[in-house]
């Protein structure tokens, strides 16, 4: 074995020891936000880091992993869903689709509504304050257009601002 | 940029104004004020997600993916998957009955949310009786100071988690609309006791620290709350 290769393999192992421990917590929390199931986010996250591994000799650019990452639990997630739920196409919801909210919707705490919204605006939602990526990243990663995730992103907070503008009194009192 | 575009970009994303709009809201005291209060719920929503993450994830990961670790590391994870292991088998080997696993999973339910019993959210009786109303109930008359109210997820969808004051300590109730039940249920650990019983629209839970005041709050419950209303 050369030096070159051992010194090659070292800084390999070094730089993903890095991303696992700079990254699995938020992958963790993003999974956990979509699935609400703490055994299936955890088998998720150390999926994903397991199929990662085996291509991480061929990550050029090891500022892009996050990014990477995000899409390769993407589809660990939709392998999941898709034993329990058919796949949703991001430009196939209307606005008409935000959620119908019970009638103590205004009392409820920002965790129910973020669970309350739909897929389709919970995820660009969660990749951009979890992941802090822009709009354009969002839109490489789910395969739309920069213009479609801003709206999504809008209509999500929009929703959310419903519970925001109340009295913070009354919106945490039940 | 005019105000409506200002919206549209501080809604998409708030971090990244670009610097027409940054020169809009230093000209506009109205968005101003929208983007500071946009800021306000960005940071709420920021907590909110920061989800806690299980101990080791990373380390279980490295594990996982590398095998070898340093000796150390190596032994306390070794150590942790045989824990773990052993509460997995005994999780298998003492499974409850079906007849008690609603009132098993409300125990759980409290074990796993402990700051229900110090944090303080709520404190509107009538706010409760609301809540009520839209599970399919009615509150006759004031169950006692309400601290701790929220919407939780259960295994079948999403029921109510509430704690409220007795003179004898805090007792919380789990309200779980949807979900029918046969006949009242019994469940008792070594820290806490429950007691499941059927409603007209599903079931709710008492859980309390002892066999004694869980029976003594389900008849508070049931002399105060109308379930068939």
């Known amino acids: 074995m050369s030096n070159r290769w051992k010194e090659r393999s ?3 192992i070094a ?9 699995s917590a938020d992958l963790y929390r993003y999974a956990w936000w979509l699935c609400r199931d703490r055994h299936l986010a955890e088998d998720v996250v150390q999926e994903t880091f397991a199929r990662a591994w085996k291509s991480w000799a061929e990550l050029r650019d090891v500022a892009l992993a996050k990014a990477w990452l995000v899409t390769i639990m993407r589809n660990e997630l939709a392998r999941s869903f898709s034993r329990n739920k058919p796949a949703l196409d991001i430009d196939a919801v209307g606005e008409a689709e935000l959620p119908a909210l019970p009638s103590v919707e205004s009392q409820l705490e920002t965790a129910q509504l973020v669970s309350l919204l739909p897929e389709t605006y919970r ?3 969660l990749l951009q304050v979890l992941g802090g990526f822009s709009c354009a990243e969002i839109a490489a990663m789910l395969g739309t257009t920069e213009g479609a995730v801003m709206t999504r992103l809008t209509r999500a907070r929009q929703a959310l601002r419903k519970q925001y503008d109340l009295p913070d009194k009354k919106r945490r009192a039940i | 940029m005019n105000c409506l575009e200002f919206h549209r970009a501080k809604l998409a994303d708030p971090r990244r104004l670009p610097p027409e709009a940054q020169s809009h809201a230093a000209q506009c005291a109205a968005c101003a004020a929208f983007a500071s209060s946009i800021d306000e719920a960005e940071r709420d929503l920021e907590r909110t997600l920061a989800i806690s993450v299980p101990e080791g994830l990373a380390d279980r990961i490295l594990l996982r993916v590398h095998g070898a670790r340093p000796a150390w590391r190596v032994w306390a994870l070794a150590a942790g998957v045989v824990l773990a292991i052993a509460i997995g088998l005994s999780t298998m080997l003492y499974r409850p009955a079906p007849a008690e696993q609603y009132a098993r999973q409300a125990i759980e339910h409290v074990a796993m949310e ?12 009538q706010a409760l009786g609301e809540l009520l109303r839209a599970s399919g109930a009615r509150l006759k008359a004031p169950l006692g100071a309400v601290r701790y109210v929220k919407l939780c997820p259960v295994d079948t969808g999403t029921g109510w988690h509430i704690v409220f004051e007795t003179p004898e300590g805090l007792a919380t109730l789990l309200i779980v ?11 008792t650990n070594a820290e806490w006791s429950a007691l499941a019983r059927p409603t007209r629209r599903g079931y709710y839970a008492v859980v309390t620290p002892s066999a004694a005041k ?9 002399e105060r709350i109308d379930w068939d209303a």
């Open chain 2, 177 to 187: 609309p949807g979900q029918p039940l046969g006949a009242t249920q019994h469940a």
């Open chain 1, 123 to 125: 995820e660009p939602l």
């Open chain 2, 114 to 125: 402990p700051e229900s019993f110090h944090k303080v959210n709520a404190g509107d009786a």
């Open chain 2, 214 to 222: 869980t029976t003594q709050i389900d008849r508070l419950v049931r």
């Open chain 1, 10 to 12: 070292i800084s390999r």
């Open chain 1, 15 to 23: 730089h993903f020891e890095h991303a696992v421990r700079a990254y």
